[in-house]
């Protein structure tokens, strides 16, 4: 069966931007690694994707899709704050990161961020910037990212 | 020349949204207490304001006006993300709070971050964050937020 797909880490796995049709692929419920995520009904995520879709390059969620199963494996988003300070600079926010339970160890993590800082620095953000548990420090060391502030709640 | 205005701290200051002409009340100077912040003309802080005036409720930056000087001596914003987590829920994120060297110890970057708090809810946000240095950490607990997670850069 496997010989009719492209067997490759490369060439099975297509890392993009979401499409409103992955909701049928396992986004949600990915998601539901991450926390609470109830289910949503196809309107309330068709509105949801379009207003997000509305703020163009200042918010992009990346997927990485499994090919052979059609499946949504790992995700993450950015949005880009538009501030007045740096002579109105930009800050992009990487936020809700996860993997699928069954694709780790596989570096999908590491794509997605690269995919979303990638995107933070062709909008000219001066900074990248994510929030994280302790228990995801070491994940993101390895992105290449270091620890700056903390986070109050 | 006092009685001429309000001299309880309730009537000489004013809490309210940013609005344009406040570059002309030395919003941009306090921002500089804050960190790096050129000079920028009054075209860049038009272009920028409409901007983040077209988010509409999710883009709101609080300033503080002392009435007397016509000066802006405190400030902070507070941006609503949306998510498809939580039942497409929104979090609240508070950023550059910054208080005015002559007005510190008067409560005013507590009133500033409660009327962006008060906004987050409001807005139907779940939750309301913020990221600070540790050197912030006691204000911050002043205001009724706990540490809970750190971030990377």
């Not at 800082?117 to 548990?133: E, G, M, N, P």
């Not at 070491?138 to 990212?145: L, N, P, R, V």
């Amino acid at each position: 069966m496997e010989s009719n797909t492209a067997s490759s880490d490369e060439q099975s796995y297509q890392v993009r931007k979401l499409e409103i049709t992955d909701k049928n692929k396992g986004f949600m419920e990915l998601l539901q690694q991450l926390t609470v995520c109830d289910p949503v009904t196809d309107e309330e995520f068709q509105e949801r994707f379009e207003e997000l879709k509305s703020y163009g390059d200042d918010h992009v969620i990346c997927v990485i899709e499994d090919m052979n199963l059609s499946k949504i494996v790992a995700t993450g988003s950015v949005f880009v704050e538009k501030k007045f300070i740096r002579n109105c600079g930009k800050v992009g926010h990487i936020e809700d990161v996860v993997v699928d339970s069954s694709a780790r160890g596989m570096q999908q993590g590491k794509k997605v961020v690269g995919f979303l800082a990638d995107h933070a620095r062709l909008t000219d953000c001066y900074k990248v910037i994510f929030d994280c548990s302790d228990d995801y420090k070491a994940f993101y060391e390895k992105c290449g990212f270091k620890q700056k502030e903390i986070q109050m709640v």
